[in-house]
T-cell receptor, first 111, second 111 residues
Framework: QKEVEQNSGPLSVPEGAIASLNCTYSDRGSQSFFWYRQYSGKSPELIMS????GDKEDGRFTAQLNKASQYVSLLIRDSQPSDSATYLC???????????FGTGTRLKVLA | DVKVTQSSRYLVKRTGEKVFLECVQD?????MFWYRQDPGLGLRLIYF???????EKGDIPEGYSVSREKKERFSLILESASTNQTSMYLC??????????FGSGTRLTVV
């Protein structure tokens, strides 16, 4: 089992819809979780972090964490074509500070 | 905002050359990382450093070395470049659990 798993996609949603991106992780001791957005040819950009069970909202983005089920999700409301990118889930190893990245989910928002 | 600067955006080098990739961060972060990113393989950790003069091997250190003489600068060295080291190289800086900040990346082509 991979340490951090994401569906590679592509996930296609129409403009204005909600995009739901999921990530599962294997280390039950993980305490912090990050979502990065990466446009084609660019470097990853941190968009959300979450540390506690439940939801965390920032503008059109909502991160959801369920530690019991070991998954973290990213919801993008009112999706725009400019949201088309690859979204990477990252989970740090709490002892080494090394982040384990999923392979990313490619999102396509159709105008 | 933390700024992580990678010295070159694109590089073309010949097989057998010694290649230096430079990375500088401006926020006094202790932790710095070098990754490479390849299609289908995601982000793979090459080396990381928690302090000046300190370095640790990541998951794929073979063919690489690093140098951290000053806190703000973390250099990746390809001792003898080979075609299988053609990749996107990403430097990141981190502050004890608040998420990586990536540089803009260096796309290296070895011919």
């Amino acid at each position: 089992q991979k340490e951090v798993e994401q569906n590679s996609g592509p996930l296609s949603v129409p403009e204005g819809a909600i995009a739901s991106l999921n990530c599962t992780y294997s280390d039950r001791g993980s305490q912090s979780f990050f979502w990065y957005r990466q446009y084609s040819g660019k470097s990853p950009e941190l968009i959300m972090s979450i540390y506690s069970n439940g939801d965390k909202e920032d503008g059109r983005f909502t991160a959801q964490l369920n530690k019991a089920s070991q998954y973290v999700s990213l919801l993008i409301r009112d999706s725009q074509p400019s949201d088309s990118a690859t979204y990477l889930c990252a989970v740090p190893n709490e002892r080494t500070y090394k982040y384990i990245f999923g392979t990313g989910t490619r999102l396509k928002v159709l105008a | 905002d933390v700024k992580v600067t990678q010295s070159s955006r694109y590089l073309v080098k010949r097989t057998g050359e010694k290649v230096f990739l430079e990375c500088v961060q401006d926020m006094d972060h202790e932790n710095m990382f070098w990754y490479r990113q390849d299609p289908g393989l995601g982000l793979r950790l090459i080396y990381f450093s928690y302090d000046v003069k300190m370095k640790e091997k990541g998951d794929i250190p073979e063919g690489y070395s690093v140098s951290r003489e000053k806190k703000e600068r973390f250099s990746l060295i390809l001792e003898s470049a080979s075609t299988n080291q053609t990749s996107m190289y990403l430097c990141a800086s981190e502050d004890n659990g608040y998420g990586y900040t990536f540089g803009s990346g260096t796309r290296l082509t070895v011919v």
